[in-house]
């Protein structure tokens, strides 16, 4: 059985840091390409990082650039995205997915993606 779980989200004031993790089992982790993805309230899906099967390359959102980290630890079968001076605007729900082989690596629809989590809260307020 497939399993996408996130976690690590919370409650954090503008300028703080999170990070969220990824446990996957039942299927074949190191052989996909991961994303996180996130919905704001009221929002459509929002794509924000990207990592290939070896840990490179790496892609994000111009919104996150240069404050979210993406890495995976294949041997654990675990992702992460380390994010650091939140803003308001990062609030959202969280998720993890792997995309179908051949789809876009920015892809912000869930048709595109083999695995699915149910997703992680990250709310940003002071």
């Known amino acids: 059985q497939v399993q996408l779980v996130e976690s690590g989200g919370g409650l954090v004031e503008p300028g703080g840091s999170l990070r969220l993790s990824c446990a996957t089992s039942?299927?074949?982790?190191?052989?996909?390409?991961l994303n996180w993805v996130r919905q704001a309230p009221g929002k459509e899906l929002e794509w924000v990082s990207f990592?290939?099967?070896?840990?490179?390359?790496?892609y994000y959102a111009d919104s996150v650039k240069g404050r979210f980290t993406i890495s995976r630890d294949n041997a654990e079968k675990m992702l992460y995205l380390q994010m650091t001076n939140l803003h308001s605007e990062d609030t959202a729900l969280y998720y993890c997915g792997a995309l179908r082989p051949g789809k876009f690596y920015n892809s912000n629809s869930r048709a595109d993606y083999a695995f699915w989590g149910r997703g992680t809260q990250v709310t940003v307020s002071s």
């Open positions: 039942g299927f074949t982790f190191g052989n996909y390409f």
């Open positions: 990592i290939g099967g070896g840990g490179s390359p790496t």
